[in-house]
């Protein structure tokens, strides 16, 4: 294992066991807009009888939502805390049946081409070297099935300064995406579309404790929509995208 997957593994192994990212959860308040989008996504991708590929199993894994709604997932991370937890979770909720989890390196993929119709994750390709995982992505992935992932963006100049302020909440080998990294995914696939989310709606954050939270996230989101639309190249400008990647 490369050093940098060594860091990786023992980074998310003491956060899933300790979980460190509590701290951040004021920031996820929000977060419920880009979450809402992307099981949309997935359950649409997903919906009869479909095979299913979750990247990182831990925290914020989609496997609860799918099997929820009667979908299969094998799920994988690199971490073995993530994996049991995973484990533990679908026992608890009866849900055995439709989840698997094996603890594998997501640059390289333990399974036959062309063996999924969905492969999704959630903040996962920005600790991945995008090269590799865009090609193993690519190669399991059935004839016309889909890709989908909800990933932080880099260009932000206020975003990123918070982020230089807090080091321990990430990996040092982590890197928000950049358009540069998007567009490296168009060589690999056909379809690539960018969803952007969170712009406006980042100043909802410290009204999260109060009764008008809802109410003021759903009109920012509505000026970050039109925003967007007006003016797309301030999508890079967000905080969150989801991608849509097909063959």
Not at 139 to 166: D, M, Q, S
Not at 167 to 174: F, G, S, V
Request: with cysteine.
């Amino acid at each position: 294992m490369s050093s940098s997957k060594q860091r990786e593994k023992i980074f998310h192994d003491i956060a899933f066991s300790d979980n460190t990212r509590s701290v951040t959860d004021k920031y996820y308040s929000i977060f419920s807009i880009v979450q809402k989008y992307y099981n949309k996504k997935l359950f649409e991708a997903a919906i009869g009888g479909k095979s299913v590929l979750e990247i990182g199993c831990g925290q914020g894994s989609a496997t609860p939502f799918l099997a929820k709604n009667g979908i299969s997932v094998i799920g994988i991370d690199i971490s073995d805390v993530a994996v049991n937890q995973s484990r533990s979770m679908a026992a608890k909720l009866g849900y055995s049946e439709l989840l698997g989890f094996e603890v594998m390196d997501a640059e390289n993929l333990q399974f036959p081409d062309n063996s999924f119709d969905l492969v999704c994750g959630s903040g996962i390709l920005h600790h991945l070297n995008l090269d590799k995982a865009y090609f193993e992505i690519s190669r399991v992935l059935k004839k016309g099935g889909k890709a989908v992932f909800i990933e932080p963006l880099g260009h932000n100049p206020v975003i990123n300064t918070y982020r230089l302020l807090t080091p321990k909440l990430r990996t040092e080998d982590e890197h928000p995406l950049l358009a540069k990294d998007i567009n490296k995914a168009r060589r690999i696939f056909n379809s690539v579309e960018a969803r952007y989310f969170h712009l406006t709606t980042l100043a909802c954050i410290p009204f999260r404790k109060f009764g008008f939270f809802t109410t003021l996230l759903q009109t920012l989101d509505t000026v970050d929509t039109t925003i967007f639309k007006l003016i797309p190249p301030a999508g890079l400008l967000a905080w969150t995208v989801v991608l849509e990647l097909q063959h």
